[in-house]
């Protein structure tokens, strides 16, 4: 009987250790109006329309828009999207006292007519 205890409890704590990991990997589609500070370094995608640009020697940073608001976004590469609607991954930080997207996957999405 202490035996089964045992396997039992094991068996419970490596299925909420298996659920604590796979809710960190997930990625949860937002729009620009739910992102605060209860998403911090948590990961997100949103799709938006990039308004603004501005690219530095080895990263850029977007200000992309969606029917709900605005964010900046910055990214490890330059990129040129100025207008373009993309869907973008990443994980939300706070840089002097505002939120942006820290993104490590840019897709632009292309809209059909």
């Given amino acids: 009987m202490e035996r089964a205890l045992k396997f039992y409890?094991?068996?419970s704590m490596l299925g909420t250790l298996l659920l604590l990991i796979i809710s960190n990997f997930t990625v949860k589609e937002v729009k620009i109006e739910e992102i605060d500070e209860t998403l911090l370094n948590k990961n997100i995608r949103v799709q938006c329309?990039?308004?603004?640009?501005k690219n530095?020697?080895?990263?850029?940073?977007?200000?992309?828009?969606?029917?709900?608001?605005?964010?900046?976004?910055t990214f490890?590469?330059?990129?040129?999207?100025?207008n373009k609607t993309i869907a973008a991954e990443g994980k939300i930080i706070e840089y002097r006292n505002i939120l942006e997207i820290q993104a490590d996957k840019?897709?632009?999405?292309?809209?059909?007519?």
Wanted: hydrophobic share 40%; aromatic share 8%.
């Fill in 76 to 82: 490890s590469k330059n990129l040129n999207l100025i």
């Fill in 106 to 113: 840019i897709e632009e999405k292309i809209k059909f007519k």
């Fill in 56 to 73: 530095y020697d080895n990263f850029c940073v977007l200000t992309c828009q969606d029917e709900t608001g605005k964010i900046k976004l």
């Fill in 9 to 11: 409890l094991a068996l």
């Fill in 49 to 53: 329309r990039i308004i603004s640009e």
